[in-house]
């Protein structure tokens, strides 16, 4: 147990629909990040919110949207995803100010965009 | 762009072999490079490097760093069944857009049979 959580841990959606993941960190940490992981890729940043600002999106189409209400939890707003979307999304958390840089992982959410 | 590359992509060994894994990297204004281990879930940290030639050891995992030559190995004696994972590296640069810029590799597999 990383102190990350996500949910849900497994999700199918069609296209159409419109769905969120969820993100939360118990860890005191103030960045938060979503990675896609896709098989036989390397893992892929998405967003990076620090302070609850975003301070860095991967070119990542904006049928991915991400809000961070406070700096224990973050969100990934999905919208009309196509089929190659499907993937396991990852969220992490760091402690950014302290120098260290060792991010914690959740355990992920499976997605099956049919 | 931002490339790490990760050596051999699978391996397999039997229980009590030593291994290392390699990774090189070429990122904008390197920070410094990371070891994750996955399995079936999210990656777990295992080190973080930012100096050249200081060896850091974890039980019977070690890894070390050469900025000179921009690459990294982690060492595995003693190998046992529970280290069969993928093990991914990571370098953080920074690209300007922020100090967030963190780059994986793909991945080597690890297989250790008994």
């Known amino acids: 147990e990383t102190g990350v959580t996500q949910t849900p841990r497994h999700l199918v959606m069609g296209m159409t629909n419109k769905k969120s993941l969820k993100c939360e960190q118990h860890?005191?940490?103030?960045?938060m990040y979503w990675y896609k992981q896709s098989a036989k890729k390397p893992l892929e940043l998405m967003f990076v919110?620090?302070?609850?600002?975003?301070?860095e999106n991967n070119s990542v189409p904006s049928r991915f949207s991400p809000e961070c209400p406070n700096s224990s939890h973050l969100f990934l707003h999905l919208h009309t995803l196509q089929p190659e979307d499907s993937a396991l999304y990852l969220c992490?958390?760091?402690?950014?100010?302290?120098?260290?840089?060792?991010?914690?992982f959740g355990p992920g959410t499976r997605l099956t965009v049919t | 762009e931002d490339k790490v590359v990760q050596s051999p992509l699978s391996l397999v060994v039997h229980e009590g072999d030593t291994v290392t894994l390699n990774c090189s990297y070429e990122?904008?204004?390197?920070?410094?490079l990371l070891w994750y281990k996955q399995e079936k879930k999210a990656p777990t940290f295992l080190f973080m490097l930012?100096?050249?030639?200081i060896e850091k050891k974890s039980g019977r995992l070690s890894s070390i760093l050469d900025k000179k030559e921009l690459f990294s190995i982690l060492n595995i004696t003693a190998t046992q069944t529970g280290d069969s994972a993928i093990y991914l590296c990571?370098?953080?640069?920074?690209?300007?857009?922020?100090?967030?810029?963190?780059?994986f590799g793909k991945g080597t597999k690890l297989s250790v049979i008994p």
């Open positions: 930012t100096s050249s030639g």
């Open positions: 992490a958390s760091s402690q950014e100010a302290s120098g260290s840089y060792e991010q914690y």
């Open positions: 990571a370098a953080r640069g920074d690209s300007g857009a922020g100090s967030y810029q963190l780059t």
């Open positions: 990122v904008t204004n390197f920070r410094s």
């Open positions: 860890l005191g940490h103030n960045a």
């Open positions: 919110y620090s302070l609850e600002e975003r301070v």
